[in-house]
């Protein structure tokens, strides 16, 4: 059984640094040192991570120089010490490099009964001796049962363990998932377990385990199964004024009401679907890390996106400041909210008379004044007009358009004008003559 159960193995390594004592005089090499016996310092365990992290060093001798050493670790479980685990971990021993640290990650609950580690050294083609069993204890049995993992989440397809330690002087007698009793499986004495292969989405409530005992007592319990994504890809973030930066995470939100989204962004984090953070002068590329957790903030699915924000730039709507005509053009001035001095700005200017907008290109401002002219309009005739703008660069979206401005041309001064000269006895007689609106003809003499 614990063969079996220990197939499931996640592995890390790693090398912790601490400054040596100093080294005893007539301290000999390491090529005339017999192999020494490690010393566990520290066997530590993380319930909610299922992981134990054991610390050792070595006791014999502190070596000058660097030398290739091997140390073997054995896992083992309940009071008997049932070896689950065997691993070989191999490493550079360096000067000031005596303290070592190897992390385990158990399939079983910790709760559910003890678990031991051991290490012998491997060094010139000979064995040390295994150092002392070193053991975290299980919890032990109570007035009612107790069920393990609590409020635990899983991903869907994974394979997942459930214990139950009885009461005291009970022996288990059930253990049910999705109201269905699985197969026992002996972990010592007391506890039993299940094992859940190729796990399902679960309800929103969680699905529930129940552990009956001899004594008739019942624990219920429940966990989470779902698939959570592996990089938050519909993460929408945008800036509108390159001042602040918005983001609507709430497309990763499940249809359960038992979870909640947390995101980290530069100098803050927030538990809601939307969040925003303050830009950092001259910084333009943000990393954001999102989190779907459960109620009891237990981490469960946790992703990561990098941003530019020169790439998602939605600028707020345009402000029109005044308008300057003339009988057949006009020229629009208007100010865009925001720091946009670090990119390019395309504006349209759309009026009644056109078929499409016509198309501006400046250098961002912060919070600075742009100017547009339309010609080819027609003198004293009424017109609006609304502006908009989006990046140029790396264009993302318009804004939405202004509100419009009306006016109207100014008349045109230069109206069809003839003379007529004719002679008379003191000289000539001039006649002007213009056509108004009305159609009508003026007449001026000058003599």
Known sequence: MYGRMGKIIHVEFLLVTFSLLGLQEGC??????????????????????????????????????????????QVGRTENRAVIQTSNVSVIHKTNETVFMWKWWSELPLECTDHSMRIRSFLNNTWSSW????????????????????????????????????????????????????????????????????????????????????????????????????????????????WTVNCNLGMLLDKCENSFIQGYFPKKKCVSSFCGFDVIPGQLVYNITVTIALENKQADATGSLTMDITKKVFPVSPTILSKTSTPRSVNISWTLKGNFSSI????????????????????????????????????????????????????????????????????????????????????????????????????????
């Not at 066997?43 to 992981?51: E, G, I, R, V």
């Open 28 to 73: 000999c090499q390491h090529a005339a040192l017999d192999p020494f016996t490690p010393h566990i310092i520290g066997l530590d365990k993380d319930s909610a991570a299922q992981t134990l992290v054991v610390k050792w060093n070595l006791t014999s001798a502190i070596l000058e120089d660097e030398f290739n050493i091997t140390f073997e670790i």
């Open 131 to 242: 150092s002392p069993w070193k053991t975290v204890l299980g919890n032990k049995a109570k007035e009612k049962p107790q069920l393990y993992p609590i409020v635990k989440a899983f991903k869907i397809g994974s394979t997942a363990y459930i214990c139950c330690i009885p009461s005291q002087g009970a022996t288990v007698t059930e253990i049910k998932y999705r109201k269905t009793a699985l197969p026992l499986i002996n972990i010592n004495n007391k506890t039993k377990a299940i094992k859940m292969d190729n796990l399902k989405s679960s309800h929103c409530k969680g699905d529930f385990q129940d552990c009956k005992d001899s004594a008739g007592h019942r624990r219920l319990n429940s966990v989470y199964v779902f698939d959570p994504p592996e990089e938050p890809q519909n993460v929408n973030c945008e800036t509108r004024d390159l």
């Open 344 to 447: 390019r700005l395309i504006c349209q200017i759309i009026t009644n008379n056109l078929r499409s907008p016509m198309n501006y290109t400046f250098e961002g401002k912060s919070t600075g004044v742009y100017h547009g002219l339309i010609d080819g309009l027609h003198p004293y005739t009424l017109y609006n007009a609304s502006v908009r703008c989006a990046a140029a660069q790396h264009f993302w979206k318009w804004s939405e358009w202004s509100s419009p401005i009306h006016f109207t041309t100014k008349p045109d001064w230069g109206p069809d004008l003839w003379r007529q000269i004719s002679p008379v006895a003191e000289g000539q007689n001039i006649i002007l003559l213009w056509k108004v609106a009305c159609h009508m003809i003026f007449e001026v003499f000058f003599k």
